[in-house]
């Protein structure tokens, strides 16, 4: 097992985690999901274009950006718009443990598509860390059908994300990859924010705050850290080592929000960080 490609897998979770949190924010403030899509895509690609030009490596090659392009353009878009119609419905952590369905996804289709049939260590870290995730998010009360639907949806659709970016991520280099795949993000936002007629402008240091802090915390850092992680494991082996989002995304909630562990949740963190200990010792 390669230690560093799951560190970097972690670490991907890790911005991934703060995307929830910045949703809520981001609706709490007036933002539109499509408006704010559009922003968090269009800063994450000047970020990434202008870090290439900036250290030489800025090149477009057409051959090259085709599938990336189209791996932002339709699956992490429609992904994500998925993600933020659920998000606008459930709860922070209602919605995490909902898209941790996604693993089951990857695994069904490796099987399906690449025949790699899961091993007993595998099955076993994802049992463990499911109910790990179940107890973290701590599951409670009525949810409504719709966004229950979108969130599995999303978690579908992020699974042959996942095993899609794992073969572009060996071909070519995860910075540029990255770059591509938020280009065609962008043009796929910015289409549906224009649709809907009310195209948002950042007006004030907080909206100027969320943008910058949605699309490099929440985007550039992680989408970047996945490919480099997928580099090295296997999508079947990233998809346990990102399960470790929830457990952020609940200390977060500590932290910036101002919710309480209790002991439930501890176990289940507890669980999730076990699930990686079984998954590095395969």
């Not at 703060?18 to 800063?43: E, H, N, P, Q, V």
């Not at 065609?184 to 009310?198: E, K």
């Amino acid at each position: 097992m390669d230690r560093a490609g799951i560190l970097f897998v972690a670490l991907s979770a890790l911005g991934f985690a703060t995307l929830g949190i910045f949703g809520k924010i981001a609706f709490s403030l007036g933002w539109s999901s499509s408006d704010l899509l559009s922003w968090r895509m269009l800063l994450a690609a000047v970020v990434v274009w202008g870090w290439l030009w900036w250290r030489g490596g800025c090149r477009f090659d057409v051959s090259e950006a085709r599938v990336p392009f189209l791996l932002g353009a339709l699956g992490y878009a429609t992904q994500t718009t998925l993600y933020f119609a659920a998000l606008e419905r459930l709860p922070v952590g209602v919605l995490v443990l909902l898209m941790y369905v996604y693993p089951v996804f990857v695994v069904l289709l490796a099987w399906l598509l690449e025949r790699e049939r899961p091993t007993p260590a595998a099955l076993l870290a994802m049992g463990v860390a499911l109910l790990g995730i179940a107890l973290t998010t701590n599951l409670s009360g009525r949810v409504g059908l719709p966004g229950v639907l979108l969130a599995m949806a999303s978690a579908a659709v992020y699974a042959t994300y996942l095993l899609v970016s794992a073969r572009v991520s060996r071909v070519t280099e995860p910075v540029t990859t990255s770059g591509y795949v938020f280009i065609g993000a962008t043009l796929s936002f910015t289409a549906l924010a224009l649709m809907d007629g009310q195209f948002k402008i950042p007006s004030s240091l907080p909206d100027w705050g969320l943008v910058l802090g949605i699309s490099t915390i929440a985007t550039v850092f992680p989408v970047i850290l996945i490919f480099v992680g997928l580099r090295r494991i296997r999508a079947t082996q990233a998809s346990i080592v990102s399960m470790l989002e929830p457990l952020f995304t609940i200390g977060m909630g500590v932290l910036i929000l101002g919710e309480h562990l209790n002991v439930a949740q501890l176990l289940g963190g507890s669980l999730i960080l076990l699930s990686v200990v079984i998954l590095q010792r395969r």
